[in-house]
């Protein structure tokens, strides 16, 4: 069955400095999202991705954030200047066109230290 | 503006019984409905979904309800095992902006006693 792939699934870095969260989407899939979910919270809905650009992205979504698809499968969220708020469960999701349903990775836990 | 909430953060069911897990929505314009169920270190996984132009929906020992008028969500699981254990989110959507995003709610913990 396909599936929505993440790595790592843990990255711990220093504040201040970069990090890149992969995902593989499903292979035929068009719509790309990344959605974070801090420890006991709600999932939070940050960017949506589709036909190489952003469609729509969050309040959280500041300028320290990017997104990329480098090449036909990777798609990778950049933050490039990490807080301590930052650590959070960080979750890719795809989905076909013409479908409603999202699949979603089993998340990047990033822990800011 | 937009928000989806839940009624009660943890449920405890025997198990056997019957669940029945609620959610609140406002946004008037949303026309999908997705409940999504996740297990610890785990993400979202698909429960059922369920689109505005429907009441209910069946699925295997899930259904959902959707009431549009008080803007209510439900999950009603049947027999509940403890493989049922988790936190089960609503979420909804629309394509107003194109994408399709989800818009979570907090989460009910849904412990099976046995």
């Known amino acids: 069955e396909p599936e929505v792939t993440q790595t790592p699934s843990h990255q711990v870095t220093q504040m201040g400095q970069e990090v890149i969260l992969r995902c593989v989407p499903i292979s035929n899939h068009l719509y790309f999202y990344w959605y974070r979910q801090i420890l006991g919270q709600k999932v939070e809905f940050l960017v949506s991705?589709?036909?190489?650009?952003?469609?729509?992205k969050s309040e959280i979504f500041d300028d320290q954030f990017s997104v990329e698809r480098p090449d036909g499968s990777n798609f990778t969220l950049k933050i490039r200047s990490t807080k301590l708020e930052d650590s959070a469960m960080y979750f890719c999701?795809?989905?076909?066109?013409?479908?409603?349903?999202?699949?979603f990775g089993q998340g990047t836990r990033l822990t800011v230290v | 503006g937009e928000s989806v909430g839940l009624h009660l953060p943890t449920l405890s069911v025997q198990e056997g019984d019957n669940s029945i897990i609620n959610c609140a929505y406002s946004n008037s314009a949303s026309d999908y409905f997705i409940w999504y169920k996740q297990e610890s270190g785990k993400g979202p996984q698909f429960i059922i979904d369920i689109r505005s132009n429907m009441d209910k929906r069946q699925g295997q020992r899930v259904t959902v309800l959707l009431n549009k008028t008080v803007k209510h969500l439900s999950l009603q699981i049947a027999a509940t095992q403890p493989g049922d254990s988790a936190v089960y989110f609503c979420a909804e959507s629309s394509n107003l902006s194109g994408t399709y995003k989800y818009i979570f709610g907090t989460g009910t913990r849904l412990k099976v006693l046995a």
């Open positions: 991705f589709y036909n190489n650009e952003i469609s729509e």
């Open positions: 999701a795809s989905r076909g066109q013409g479908d409603t349903e999202a699949f």
